[in-house]
């Protein structure tokens, strides 16, 4: 059974930084998108980036531009959220998912696209 593991999240103040890991057992990512998305309280799930194609192609949500990374190293079959200047609508649960597709165009924050999902980890930004 493929396995996704997230760690990383915490409580930090506005504009801090927090790196998320997903850690991925039985199953080798390096030709595989990763994604990852977030949910807040009360919100629906929603794409925060992609990383596709050996980590040659990126997305990024809009709301996060400019602020987050996401890198991938295959060597620890593990994908990272580098997130800086954080905001507290930054605030949700962040998980990470496994898509079966090596590229990603305008559809990439489509759940059905990833069939593959962590249990989360928490990500809190107080103002």
């Known amino acids: 059974q493929v396995q996704l593991v997230e760690s990383g999240g915490g409580s930090v103040e506005a504009g801090g930084s927090l790196r998320l890991s997903c850690a991925v057992s039985r199953y080798i990512i390096s030709s595989n998108c990763m994604g990852w998305f977030r949910q807040a309280p009360g919100k629906e799930r929603e794409g925060v980036t992609v990383?596709?194609?050996?980590?040659?192609?990126?997305y990024y949500a809009d709301s996060v531009k400019g602020r987050f990374t996401i890198s991938q190293d295959n060597a620890k079959n593990t994908v990272y959220l580098q997130m800086n200047s954080l905001k507290p609508e930054d605030t949700a649960m962040y998980y990470c998912a496994l898509s079966p597709f090596s590229y990603a165009g305008s559809s990439w924050a489509e759940e059905r696209r990833y069939n593959y999902w962590g249990q989360g980890t928490q990500v809190t930004v107080s103002s």
């Open positions: 990383i596709c194609s050996f980590g040659s192609s990126t």
